[in-house]
């Protein structure tokens, strides 16, 4: 059985810096694409970032120029280090382990963790 756990998520300030990981277990993790998506009340879901099994990488265009996303294959984790955080990055984060379309951002549906909650203040 596949598990996702996220974790990273708190408060911060606008401007400030977080640092999520992911940990899948239960696939061959390296064989596959992995990214994060996120989702915020009233808001529909935002896929933010996706990396591919082979390393190229794919970011919303909300998010390019602040967030990084790095795989550790040895350990299964992927990680997405946010900076220069603004409010609007304020969204439950989510740890998505299958992608219909890593490059479109697009998660297949749920193959997702719980998620963490990322909250950005003035």
């Known amino acids: 059985q596949v598990q996702v756990v996220e974790s990273g998520g708190g408060l911060v300030q606008t401007g400030g810096s977080l640092r999520l990981s992911c940990t899948v277990s239960?696939?061959?993790?390296?064989?596959?694409?992995v990214g994060w998506f996120r989702k915020a009340p009233g808001k529909e879901r935002e896929g933010i970032s996706c990396?591919?099994?082979?390393?190229?990488?794919y970011y919303a265009n909300s998010v390019k120029g602040r967030f990084t996303i790095s795989r550790d294959n040895t350990k299964s984790t992927l990680s997405l280090q946010m900076n220069s955080l603004k409010l609007e990055d304020t969204a439950m984060y989510y740890c998505?382990?299958?992608?219909?379309?890593?490059?479109?951002?697009?998660?297949?549906?749920?193959?997702w963790g719980q998620g963490t909650q990322v909250t950005v203040s003035s």
């Open positions: 998505a382990d299958r992608w219909d379309d890593c490059r479109g951002l697009i998660p297949k549906a749920g193959y």
């Open positions: 990396i591919t099994w082979s390393g190229p990488t």
């Open positions: 239960g696939l061959p993790f390296a064989d596959y694409a």
